[in-house]
């Protein structure tokens, strides 16, 4: 017979038994619905954290600082090794070795990292956050070249801020949007203000420091002579103009780039303040001409990232860059993929095992029909072609609709998870995403798994006596 013949034979025979093959061909559709949407899941969700990172430009970036612990001593339980460490005195980070780091090919800049404490007062509301300095130059690059309102500032000595839209909500503030046109009952009762992003442009804010005040110092630290508890510092008023506001993160950014407001870097070194920028001046200690705690490299491209990586840790200098991790972070997600697609196949395995049911039950119930194929002809290749063609078309509707759940599945998953994560940001995140190779390797494994679920029917009716089977009721 030709192979139209056996694939019209296969179609009517599955026609024929219309309910059982539509409940076998739900079986798998449900299968491939629950592996497309749960691999999807870690596809999205791998795809949501490094399109975060290159799109910050993170995999560019690297944060160094001077090795002064040697911090997997210390989780080892090696403190001797940690203390010892302490008294090698590092390789100071100042401003010369900064511009050192520059002549290295690819470098496009680096800059000190500077991160304090302070309150900031707004519209008569206040928020504790840690501020960021850093030079005008950065507004160049991404994500400080595209602010929600206004720009980056243009000199390193201005005093302007920018705020991130994530602070807002601490100062009770909203941003009209395409989200957010009116005020809840529980803004009301914050005292929330409704503003327009560009119209804070300009507006004044107070960047509020602490310094030590040697007014309060008389006797025992931290006490007046009459045993009274006092504080030992004052708060600095600075007025601060706001010359942005910057977009609100994805929830995948790196701790490096999270930060409530940046000031120029010039601007922060004169504010009047203590505290310290990172753990490296609590262990290690600050004295004088150390010089900087760490710093910010960035590169032109993820290509240049490994040859300066090594030129700076060859100076004896730690260096940590995204670029590192990133492959463990694909080995995580690959194993969370995994994770997730087995459990999708355990459904289309149950699938399968539904298939050779229903292909036996044929078996049972054409018997005769076999036999007479066979007394007129008809070859075991035959017989068996046309039990595969049979378990192919149900892998083959399968696999389509089950993308087509699939996908409804992660529509509505995705929309009830913005809605109750994400509810008052101004934006949504695909928690699920379905690439073209997901869509191929769904109705393959869909086809497949169906064929080798009918080789035990297929072989089974190749080897059914004609004889017999004639004489079959």
């Not at 240049?304 to 972070?329: N, P, R």
């Not at 017989?383 to 696999?399: D, N």
Request: proline share 4%; net charge neutral.
């Amino acid at each position: 017979m030709k192979p139209d013949e056996l694939t019209r034979i296969a179609l009517g025979n599955l026609w024929r038994t219309k309910l059982r093959t539509f409940l076998t061909t739900l079986g798998v559709i449900i299968g491939i619905g629950a592996l497309v949407s749960m691999v999807s899941f870690g596809i999205g969700m791998q795809k949501n954290v490094t399109a975060a990172f290159y799109e910050n430009d993170l995999f560019t970036s690297m944060l160094v600082s001077p090795q002064q612990i040697d911090v997997n001593k210390a989780i080892s339980g090696d403190m001797e090794g940690m203390v010892n460490a302490l008294y090698e005195p590092p390789p100071p980070l100042v401003d010369s070795t900064l511009s050192c780091f520059q002549t290295f090919s690819g470098v496009v800049i680096s800059f000190p990292e500077i991160r304090f404490p302070v309150k900031i007062r707004f519209a008569g509301n206040e928020t504790r956050i840690n501020i960021r300095a850093m030079p005008a130059s950065m507004g160049q690059y991404k994500p400080f070249n595209d602010l929600l309102a206004g720009s980056f500032f243009k000199s390193d000595s201005q005093n302007t801020i920018i705020l991130s839209q994530n602070i807002l909500k601490d100062l009770n503030v909203k941003l009209k949007n395409r989200h957010i046109h009116h005020l809840t009952l529980e803004d009301s009762l914050k005292s929330t203000v409704l503003i327009e992003a560009d119209s804070m442009i300009g507006d004044s804010l107070d960047v509020i420091t602490s310094v030590v005040d040697v007014t309060k110092m008389t006797g025992f630290p931290g006490f007046s002579i009459k045993g009274h508890r006092r504080m030992l510092f004052k708060e600095i008023i600075n007025p601060f103009q706001i010359g942005g506001i910057q977009k609100a993160g994805s929830g995948f950014e790196a701790p490096s780039m999270i930060s409530g407001a940046i000031i120029p870097i010039q601007t922060a070194e004169m504010l009047p303040r203590v505290g310290f920028n990172n753990i490296w001046d609590v262990l290690g200690g600050k004295h004088d001409h150390e010089g900087y705690g760490s710093a910010i490299v960035r590169v032109k491209h993820i290509d240049h990232v490994k040859a300066v990586q090594d030129s700076i840790e060859s100076m004896g200098y730690s260096v940590f860059s995204i670029m590192d991790q990133l492959s463990e972070m694909k080995k995580g997600f690959l194993i969370f993929d995994m994770g997730l697609g087995a459990i999708g196949t355990i459904a289309l395995i149950v699938a399968a095992l539904g298939i050779i049911n229903t292909m036996v039950m044929s078996i049972l119930e054409r018997t005769r029909e076999i036999g007479i194929m066979k007394a007129i002809g008809g070859s075991e290749g035959e017989i068996r072609t046309i039990f595969f063609v049979e378990a192919g078309m149900i892998g083959l509707i399968g696999g389509i609709f089950g993308l087509l759940l699939g996908w409804l599945v992660t529509k509505i998953a995705n929309a009830v998870a913005n809605m109750i994560f994400l509810k008052e940001m101004d934006f949504s995140v695909n928690f699920f995403h379905i690439p073209f190779w997901l869509i191929l390797s769904a109705i393959a494994f869909s086809i497949g798994i169906s064929l080798l679920a009918g080789i035990y029917p297929a072989a089974r009716a190749a080897a059914v006596n004609p004889v017999e089977a004639l004489r079959h009721d």
